[in-house]
T-cell receptor
Framework: GDSVTQMEGPVTLSEEAFLTINCTYT??????LFWYVQYPGEGLQLLLK?????DKGSNKGFEATYRKETTSFHLEKGSVQVSDSAVYFC??????????FGSGTRLSIRP | GAGVSQSPRYKVAKRGQDVALRCDPI?????LFWYQQALGQGPEFLTY????????KSGLPSDRFFAERPEGSVSTLKIQRTQQEDSAVYLC??????????FGPGTRLTVT
């Protein structure tokens, strides 16, 4: 069945460092891909999405490119801030009814 | 506007008790989803409604779990005879289109 694998955390970086969180997927067909973020004490929020191969999703300085050849959707940000500390979930949707999530990566940014 | 709301935010139940978790979706959203999120894991799909019709319940872990949305708006997830393994955060999401699901804050259920 469809699945998402993302790098385990926690990831701890200093402010202004470069961030990459790896995500790969397995799916039949052509799924849409997402990154969701869960800030402390808050609900899940959609961070960015890409619906077809080679699409780049971007938001709040974060980017991810849908790579069909490597079945990947890695999340990147050039300069992280303390306020980016959260749990990040890679996810896919290949049917009408459900989103399949990875297990999450906790990111902590040191001032 | 108001987002998805869920109540209660926290629920403690003794093993064997029945619980009911409520979800108020964003007004006008046709689709409603329930997910279960165990500690340290990503959310896992439970069930999906389009209006009042339950179109997919493939993720419900056992027949103790039951969801309804009788008027196509508010939804209730009911768990009968709760077990310790039911302890999790239960998330509700709603959407106009399936790719843009908006999540509520969740209900944290602890079964003792």
């Amino acid at each position: 069945g469809d699945s998402v694998t993302q790098m385990e955390g926690p990831v701890t970086l200093s402010e202004e460092a470069f961030l990459t969180i790896n995500c790969t997927y397995t799916a039949t067909g052509y799924p849409s891909l997402f990154w969701y973020v869960q800030y402390p004490g808050e609900g899940l929020q959609l961070l960015l999405k890409a619906t077809k191969a080679d699409d780049k999703g971007s938001n709040k300085g974060f980017e991810a490119t849908y790579r069909k050849e490597t079945t990947s959707f890695h999340l990147e940000k050039g300069s992280v801030q303390v306020s980016d500390s959260a749990v990040y979930f890679c996810a896919l949707n290949s049917s009408a009814s459900k989103i399949i999530f990875g297990s999450g990566t906790r990111l902590s940014i040191r001032p | 506007g108001a987002g998805v709301s869920q109540s209660p935010r926290y629920k403690v139940a003794k093993r064997g008790q029945d619980v009911a978790l409520r979800c108020d979706p964003i007004s006008g959203h046709v689709s409603l989803f329930w997910y279960q999120q165990a500690l340290g894991q990503g959310p896992e799909f439970l069930t999906y409604f389009q209006n009042e019709a339950q179109l997919d319940k493939s993720g419900l872990p056992s027949d103790r779990f039951f969801a309804e949305r009788p008027e196509g708006s508010v939804s209730t997830l009911k768990i009968q005879r709760t077990q310790q393994e039911d302890s999790a955060v239960y998330l509700c999401a709603s959407s106009l289109e399936v790719y843009e699901q908006y999540f509520g804050p969740g209900t944290r259920l602890t079964v003792t």
